[in-house]
T-cell receptor, first 114, second 115 residues
Framework: AQKVTQAQTEISVVEKEDVTLDCVYETRDTTYYLFWYKQPPSGELVFLIRRNSFDEQNEISGRYSWNFQKSTSSFNFTITASQVVDSAVYFCALSQDSNYQLIWGAGTKLIIKP | DAGITQSPRHKVTETGTPVTLRCHQTENHRYMYWYRQDPGHGLRLIHYSYGVKDTDKGEVSDGYSVSRSKTEDFLLTLESATSSQTSVYFC??????????????FGDGTRLSIL
């Protein structure tokens, strides 16, 4: 069975703190893809990153970084020096070669206080 | 931004009435999807389409039907709306590819309330 777990329902930090959002996935496929999306208070869903199962290199984009570890089935997302504009709900998602569906975690609400 | 337009953006209707939501894209993408978003559930797939007149069910398809007569339009219909279908509905598209690594891009959502 495939599943994505985001155990942190809500995280609140003060601006400029670093924060890590956890994502744990389950799949039987050897080829799969992991995604992170951001949903700001305005409601739209914004694609952040895609990673395939054969590429375990960590990714850095400005203040954002992603740590993919197959050994622990995790794809964690870190925001360095957080800003109020980072406040949003963040979703982790999984897709597999065996079907078209994108399996979503329940999301983590991130609150950045000034 | 991907050219995806959902209409209407907000709708309030009564139990038992039919409702149709429209998703229109200008990207000529092959794949289109309808999701619903409810608190605590993330997004759940209702139906998807992999081409004109080619559709399939998702995780929560009961009570919903879809149609795709043109590449650019994907309609979601609630034949007889129920209060449990109150939700925010998102349309998504992805490029013409059999690879599963293509990201989906989303419309702005439709907030539907069934009273």
């Amino acid at each position: 069975a495939q599943k994505v777990t985001q155990a942190q329902t809500e995280i609140s930090v003060v601006e400029k703190e670093d924060v890590t959002l956890d994502c744990v996935y389950e799949t039987r496929d050897t080829t799969y893809y992991l995604f992170w999306y951001k949903q700001p208070p305005s409601g739209e869903l914004v694609f952040l990153i895609r990673r395939n199962s054969f590429d375990e290199q960590n990714e850095i984009s400005g203040r954002y970084s992603w740590n993919f570890q197959k050994s622990t089935s995790s794809f964690n997302f870190t925001i360095t020096a957080s800003q109020v504009v980072d406040s949003a709900v963040y979703f982790c998602a999984l897709s597999q070669d065996s079907n078209y569906q994108l399996i979503w975690g329940a999301g983590t609400k991130l609150i950045i206080k000034p | 931004d991907a050219g995806i337009t959902q209409s209407p953006r907000h709708k309030v209707t009564e139990t038992g009435t039919p409702v149709t939501l429209r998703c229109h894209q200008t990207e000529n993408h092959r794949y289109m999807y309808w999701y619903r978003q409810d608190p605590g559930h993330g997004l759940r797939l209702i139906h998807y389409s992999y081409g004109v007149k080619d559709t399939d069910k998702g995780e929560v398809s009961d009570g919903y039907s879809v149609s795709r007569s043109k590449t650019e339009d994907f309609l979601l219909t609630l034949e007889s709306a129920t209060s449990s279908q109150t939700s925010v509905y998102f349309c998504a598209i992805s490029e013409s590819s059999l690879r599963r690594n293509q990201p989906q891009h989303f419309g702005d959502g439709t907030r539907l309330s069934i009273l």
